[in-house]
């Protein structure tokens, strides 16, 4: 019986993620160069500079910018380069239901969001062109939303109905890919669990789908040895999206 209401409870968690479309994110570049996206983690394919993403869930998404540059190991200015290119934003978006978000890339570098409410009579391009709708039915569903705490507490509980910290681990790494957590949420859900090398090994996954990733330390007080938050330090500090 525990067994249903616990697929019961993932099923509902996981079905929340399609609950909304009406939302529209664009990301364009005033230059020429080609961006590379990562929006929580995931890639996002490029297409002349601009993007174009609807049927994403609203709430806070963690997004990334790359402009490709020519030696991707070195450093220019302040700005960090990886095998993504040049790192050129790193942030947290709150995507709102109903509006359409507008992130620019002006040709220094710099970047600016800006938001309004959608209205088709001066964004009919955004439909007309089935370019985009692709791209959109391709990537959108799959980026996750921030996880509400309403949906954290019977995720908590299913976790906390788990007996065997397997169990908790396999549900957590079912659910997490598509829901976005914070920090405080991830301390709470690594209490669960009984064992030390399980606990990190969960504060290891989540790092990725938590999108306030500067108070992850907190993460370190679950753990009763110095050797657990030693290595977790670690695999943060050499963590690439």
């Known amino acids: 019986m525990n067994r249903i209401f616990t697929l019961f409870s993932f099923l509902v968690l996981s079905l929340s993620v399609f609950a909304y479309d009406n939302v529209r994110l664009s990301i364009s570049s005033m230059t020429n160069k080609p961006l590379r996206v990562m929006i929580n983690g995931q890639r996002i394919n490029q297409m002349d ?3 174009r993403i609807s049927h994403l869930n609203p709430g806070y ?6 402009r490709a540059v020519a030696n991707q190991r ?5 700005q960090q380069q990886n095998q993504q290119g040049q790192l050129i934003y790193n942030g947290t978006v709150n995507i709102r239901n109903g509006m359409h978000t507008d992130i620019i890339i002006n040709r220094f570098g710099r970047v600016f969001t800006d938001e309004q409410p959608i209205d088709d009579r001066f964004d009919d391009d955004w439909n007309r062109d089935d370019r985009w709708n692709n791209n959109d039915n391709r990537y959108g569903n799959n980026l996750g939303q921030t ?5 954290f507490q019977q995720l908590k509980q299913a976790v906390e109905r788990e007996h065997f ?3 908790k681990l396999d549900l957590l790494k079912s659910v997490l890919p598509n829901n976005l957590v914070s920090t405080a949420q991830v301390r709470e859900l690594a209490q669960l669990f009984s ?3 399980n606990k990190l090994e969960f504060a ?9 990733r500067g108070n992850y330390f907190l993460v370190n007080d679950v753990f ?11 695999y943060i500090a050499g963590y690439r999206d």
């Open 49 to 51: 500079g601009n993007i």
């Open 61 to 66: 998404h963690r997004i990334q910018i790359y």
């Open 74 to 78: 070195r450093r220019f200015g302040n």
């Open 147 to 151: 996880m509400s705490n309403d949906r």
């Open 165 to 167: 910290d397997d169990n």
């Open 195 to 197: 064992f030390e090398q």
């Open 204 to 212: 290891k996954f989540a790092y990725k789908f938590t999108y306030d």
């Open 224 to 234: 009763h040895f110095g050797t657990s938050k030693t290595e977790l330090t670690r």
